[in-house]
T-cell receptor, first 109, second 116 residues
Framework: GQSLEQPSEVTAVEGAIVQINCTYQTSGFYGLSWYQQHDGGAPTFLSYNALDGLEETGRFSSFLSRSDSYGYLLLQELQMKDSASYFCAAHNQGGKLIFGQGTELSVKP | GAVVSQHPSRVICKSGTSVKIECRSLDFQATTMFWYRQFPKQSLMLMATSNEGSKATYEQGVEKDKFLINHASLTLSTLTVTSAHPEDSSFYIC????????????FGQGTRLTVV
């Protein structure tokens, strides 16, 4: 089967750095994306890794290791508005996205 | 940026009735769209892949006769929940890819369906 594992929840304080890990087991893997979703809203795209290594986009960075079937999302200089659910998603053949269970991030003052 | 519009955002219907949800790509043509269902505090579960001009491909366990998908044009896919029951109450979200920006999936706003 196909599955992605990520922690169910993470808590951090404003200004801190947090890392959300994702391990995956899928067939026909093309890459790993990260999405942010606020309560009641649609997921919004954060980043995508097709190759091993680190991709940096502002305060957010994402890492992928294909050999380890592992990736992570790194959020720096946390702000209250970053409180949301974060999903890793594996890209499969045909453009399908298979989502992890999501990590609920709570940022405290 | 590319926009996907989904309508309606909320719908309440009686058990046994059918509900149609529309998903439109506003500034690009989408030969493929995807439909997801999300229960509270859970992940997005892929229901089906909607293919323009051909039959949808359903994921295992999704009833194709209950969730009818029509991809009538390169910018519109519809999901019809037929004979809705309270257990069908959920958040339904569509997504589409801009072929020129293939790594990013754009999501509609989602439809909160409540069956009473």
């Amino acid at each position: 089967g196909q599955s992605l594992e990520q922690p169910s929840e993470v808590t951090a304080v404003e200004g801190a750095i947090v890392q959300i890990n994702c391990t995956y087991q899928t067939s026909g893997f093309y890459g790993l994306s990260w999405y942010q979703q606020h309560d009641g809203g649609a997921p919004t795209f954060l980043s995508y890794n097709a190759l091993d290594g680190l991709e940096e986009t502002g305060r957010f960075s994402s890492f992928l290791s294909r050999s380890d079937s592992y990736g992570y999302l790194l959020l720096q200089e946390l702000q209250m508005k970053d409180s949301a659910s974060y999903f890793c998603a594996a890209h499969n053949q045909g453009g399908k996205l298979i989502f992890g269970q999501g990590t609920e991030l709570s940022v405290k003052p | 940026g590319a926009v996907v519009s989904q309508h309606p955002s909320r719908v309440i219907c009686k058990s046994g009735t059918s509900v149609k949800i529309e998903c439109r790509s506003l500034d690009f043509q989408a030969t493929t769209m995807f439909w997801y269902r999300q229960f509270p505090k859970q992940s997005l579960m892929l229901m089906a892949t909607s293919n323009e001009g051909s039959k949808a491909t359903y994921e295992q366990g999704v009833e194709k006769d209950k969730f009818l998908i029509n991809h009538a044009s390169l910018t519109l896919s519809t999901l019809t929940v037929t004979s809705a029951h309270p257990e069908d109450s959920s958040f339904y979200i569509c997504s589409a890819r801009d072929p020129d920006r293939n790594t990013e999936a754009f999501f509609g706003q989602g439809t909160r369906l409540t069956v009473v």
